[in-house]
């Protein structure tokens, strides 16, 4: 959770359903907790800010029956197969609807409430038509769009987002962010313009059609389907040709598991979001080479704009930004892709020396100090920090950020701190726990001072000569500014955690970052040993609640996704438990008065 101070509550972003194949939608929903029904009577404390909902599941990518181009109308007709274990929700999320209203006649979503996405079609690639189109699949005459190699192999690719139609006459309207290639509005086949978007030929086969208004399009082009080579779930050995959907369509983030990987920007009043395991990706997965994937990682750099409750998201680079570097001057959804400072990312996919692949259980904070993203650990990028100017748009790497202690880092919680209680200005990140990987927490606090700039980070392991809470993944920390009796200057962390042994209980610990105030490059003595212990348990009222802990849904030891934050305005921290199950959530409220104990 994060406190957004222009509304004076708590943001969090979840994401549905919370383990662990695909995620069918995501929303940022707003916590009064002065609006506690169980305690006032009042209505619901929460109020829902955004969200993108999908009716299905991520399926498998499957394979294209055939395809054929009407050149009259650059219309490239399509036939599908589902894959061996999907269903028919899957073309639920594909179907076009635009503000909530289908456009046409559409018996695939009757409700018009699903969001449009886009799908993507691909297959291996040879030489062009006369050195005028990207790409031609083997063995077939179609052509792609787009065009890139992986290990050698040229691949073909087309990225198809939605139409815009008038809505007075239902005739398409030319749109800059979805040209040149759009998916027709409407189903069946009854309408002058030709087949229209996607509609149930026969049992278990499904045909589209989309625009395409490239100039390597053919009038004579035509695509077979072939029993031959490697299912179309193996993206980067496959030998068919394939379609894989939901994609992403132009700022419509596309659902995804965020874990810890968002955070406000308080330089610019917005929020920002990278990466997290995404409904389907364009150029995904941990090696960032797949032409789709589903269930994956995602490189989406979004930043989110907050008018009143209202935040509206646009993608400042990411995957759309590497189909549009196919299509110089960026077509067609006009996002330039971000760059990194080796400037080794110079062909797509855009991940050079210096730029942090598509990553999962890291996380990020924002650095008001030098105007920069940063982003530490993951599963991908586990050894590495980096940072992101957002004028710039250019990312910096850390390689092997923490040299020969604990190499790799993921699912860990970081807290900015830019000045601490006595005064002093630290411009420092601290990264508390969280795990060497998936399943093993380590019981390690780190201080990070970017240097002026913010190119590098002078990470500093802390030392402790006193008692310290159990290490856990994805920890809930979060700073409390509010001058208290156990931290009579302010600005120390609150650590929700429990002990495991002999059973779990809920404990409440503090961390004054003021006794590291000296800690540096320069000063390795003030790190490892401290005046004082910065750490202090402290003792609530009450016994608060347990955490959610181990198990399938924590996959190794301890507490883990349990969300929380601090409140400022209401000096109350809160906390977010999961259950399991979304109607077994359990939500808590820690006041923290200011001058006073817990």
């Known amino acids: 959770m994060v406190y957004i101070p222009a509304v004076g509550e708590m943001l969090i972003k979840l994401g549905n359903p919370d383990c662990c194949s695909a995620t069918i939608n995501n929303s940022f929903w707003w916590l009064n907790d002065q609006n506690n029904p169980s305690l006032t009577g009042g209505s619901s404390a929460w109020q829902l800010a955004w969200s993108n909902m999908l009716d299905a599941n991520s399926d498998e990518p499957s394979s294209v029956a055939g395809c054929s181009r009407n050149g009259s109308t650059q219309i490239v007709v399509c036939q599908m197969y589902l894959s061996a274990d999907g269903g028919t929700q899957q073309f639920y999320d594909l179907t076009p609807t635009v503000g909530g209203a289908n456009w046409a006649p559409n018996s695939i979503d009757t409700s018009g409430t699903v969001t449009p996405m886009g799908l993507a079609l691909w297959g291996v690639g040879s030489s062009g038509l006369g050195g005028n189109c990207a790409a031609t699949l083997s063995g077939a005459s179609t052509c792609f769009g787009n065009n890139y190699a992986i290990s050698g192999m040229t691949y073909s690719a087309e990225y198809v987002q939605l139409c815009i139609q008038n809505p007075g006459n239902k005739t398409l309207v030319s749109h800059p962010a979805y040209d040149p290639n759009c998916l027709q509005p409407g189903d069946g086949t009854t309408q002058s313009s030709g087949p229209q978007f996607m509609h149930n030929t026969t049992i278990g086969t499904y045909s589209f059609s989309y625009i395409d208004t490239t100039p390597y399009a053919s009038t004579t082009d035509k695509i077979s389907y072939s029993t031959a080579g490697t299912p179309c779930n193996s993206t980067t050995l496959t030998t068919l040709t394939c379609w894989g959907g939901p994609f992403e369509a132009p700022n419509i983030e596309e659902p995804h598991h965020p874990y810890h990987m968002w955070t406000y920007d308080n330089t610019d009043g917005v929020m920002l979001s990278f990466g997290g395991a995404a409904e389907g990706t364009g150029f995904g997965g941990l090696v960032a080479n797949q032409p789709f994937c589903s269930d994956c990682a995602t490189s989406n750099l979004t930043e989110f704009a907050i008018t009143g409750s209202n935040i509206d998201p646009t993608e400042i680079c990411g995957e759309l930004s590497q189909v549009d570097s196919l299509n110089p001057p960026y077509s067609p959804n006009g996002?330039?892709?971000?760059?990194?400072?080796?400037?080794?990312?110079?062909?797509?996919?855009?991940?050079?020396?210096?730029?942090?692949r598509p990553d999962t259980e890291a996380a990020v904070v924002w650095d008001d100090c030098n105007n920069q993203l940063i982003l530490a650990g993951g599963t991908a990028n586990s050894a590495a920090s980096f940072t992101f100017n957002l004028v710039t748009k250019v990312w910096t790497e850390q390689a092997q950020a923490w040299g020969s202690f604990q190499a790799t880092h993921t699912?860990?919680?970081?807290?900015?701190?830019?000045?601490?209680?006595?005064?002093?200005?630290?411009?420092a990140v601290y990264m508390i726990y969280g795990g060497s990987n998936a399943t093993t927490p380590i019981n390690e606090v780190w201080?990070?001072?970017?240097?002026?700039?913010?190119?590098?980070?002078?990470?500093?392991?802390?030392t402790f000569p006193g008692a310290t809470p159990e290490a856990d993944l994805f920890p809930v920390v979060d700073l409390d500014p509010d001058p208290t009796s156990n931290c009579p200057n302010g600005f120390c962390m609150i650590y929700i955690t429990q002990n495991q042994n002999p059973t779990a209980s809920n404990q409440v610990w503090q961390f004054d970052p003021s006794v590291y105030a000296s800690c540096s490059a320069s000063n390795v003595s003030a790190c490892t040993n401290p005046s004082t212990n910065a750490w202090t348990q402290l003792t609530t009222a009450n016994l608060?609640?347990?955490?959610?802990?181990?198990?399938?849904?924590?996959?190794?030891?301890?507490?883990?996704?349990?969300?929380?934050?601090?409140?400022?305005?209401?000096?109350?921290?809160d906390l977010m438990i999961a259950g399991g199950l979304e109607e077994q959530n359990v939500v808590a409220f820690l006041n923290i008065p200011p001058g006073s104990s817990k």
């Open 544 to 573: 608060g609640p347990t955490l959610a802990t181990g198990g399938v849904l924590c996959e190794g030891v301890g507490a883990c996704h349990n969300e929380g934050g601090f409140n400022r305005n209401t000096h109350t921290f």
């Open 335 to 356: 996002i330039p892709p971000c760059t990194d400072a080796s400037g080794s990312a110079t062909s797509p996919p855009y991940f050079g020396n210096q730029y942090p």
């Open 447 to 462: 201080k990070g001072i970017p240097s002026p700039g913010g190119a590098t980070i002078d990470w500093e392991l802390l």
């Open 411 to 427: 699912r860990e919680g970081l807290v900015w701190v830019h000045e601490d209680g006595l005064g002093n200005s630290q411009c």
